[in-house]
């Protein structure tokens, strides 16, 4: 993983994010910092809160209480669910997209976009006969048109087969290194421990651990048994935690 500048100012400061769906607590006084260019995973349970988190950060719904700040303008979202058009080819949705977001230059952008993801051939298919992995390349190529210092992705690689997450983390990986803070959930948490700076455990809306995967391990520590794998030490500690 390339080491981060940690002493630079947050590209998000995120404090005391609380939400509540009538009775039911999501999110409960959650906060953390993201440095430019880390790339932080938000992993935990079903119902944990991880939509819920990623979705307040995109400003697409409000919190009952806490705040979000940015450095940038602009922070891209790449929802579970793609919002992209599966009759339109690539080309098409980019620069519907790049107009509604009123992205300057937007030809010019689009054909950036095809060239940075890798789908400059595939410009005039139409999404919906693409594969999974070049969906998903659709979905964040939407999610980067305004060249935000902030990318946002819920579950990014549920749909991929090995090859094709592995073709994606690499993308993203390229973008961190280039400067892109990058926050994404995921219930694979190999995956975490791989493509992460940073791991956040959300259990039941509370954040119950902020540091990296090496740190995560160290608190349940090994067993007779030799040491644990990532995903043991993860069971472990939600375990312990009462989850
Ligand atoms: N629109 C909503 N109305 C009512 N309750 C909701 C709504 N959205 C989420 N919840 C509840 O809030 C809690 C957190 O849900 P959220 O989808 O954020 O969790 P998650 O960690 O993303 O789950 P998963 O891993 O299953 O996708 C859950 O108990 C869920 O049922």
Do not use: C
Not at 149 to 167: C, I, T
Request: proline share 7%; net charge negative.
């Amino acid at each position: 993983m390339p080491s981060v500048e940690t002493d630079a100012p947050p590209a998000l400061a995120v404090a005391g994010l609380t939400k509540r769906y009538g009775e039911r607590v999501a999110l409960r006084g959650v906060g953390f910092d993201a440095a430019p260019g880390e790339l932080v995973a938000l992993i935990g349970p079903n119902g944990a809160g991880k939509t819920t988190m990623l979705s307040i950060l995109a400003g697409i719904q409000p919190p009952d209480e806490g705040t979000v700040s940015r450095s940038g303008r602009e922070i891209g979202w790449v929802p579970q669910q793609p919002a992209v058009y599966s009759k339109l080819s690539v080309a098409e949705n980019l620069r519907l997209f790049a107009r509604l977001e009123k992205v300057p230059q937007p030809d010019a952008v689009v054909a950036a976009m095809l060239a940075q993801t890798g789908l400059e051939d595939r410009a005039g298919d139409e999404v919906g006969r693409l594969s999974g992995g070049n969906q998903q390349r659709v979905n964040i190529a939407v999610g980067l048109l305004a060249a935000p210092p902030v990318l946002l992705l819920d579950e990014p690689s549920s749909s991929l087969d090995p090859r094709q997450r592995e073709r994606l983390w690499e993308f993203i990986a390229r973008l961190a290194a280039a400067g892109t803070t990058v926050v994404y959930s995921t219930h694979n948490v190999q995956e975490a421990e791989r493509y992460a700076d940073r791991v956040l455990v959300l259990a039941d809306g509370e954040l119950l651990f902020n540091g990296t995967p090496g740190e995560l391990e160290a608190t349940v520590g090994g067993d007779a048994a030799g040491p644990r794998d990532f995903e043991a030490a993860f069971v472990r500690f939600l375990h312990e935690r009462g989850h």
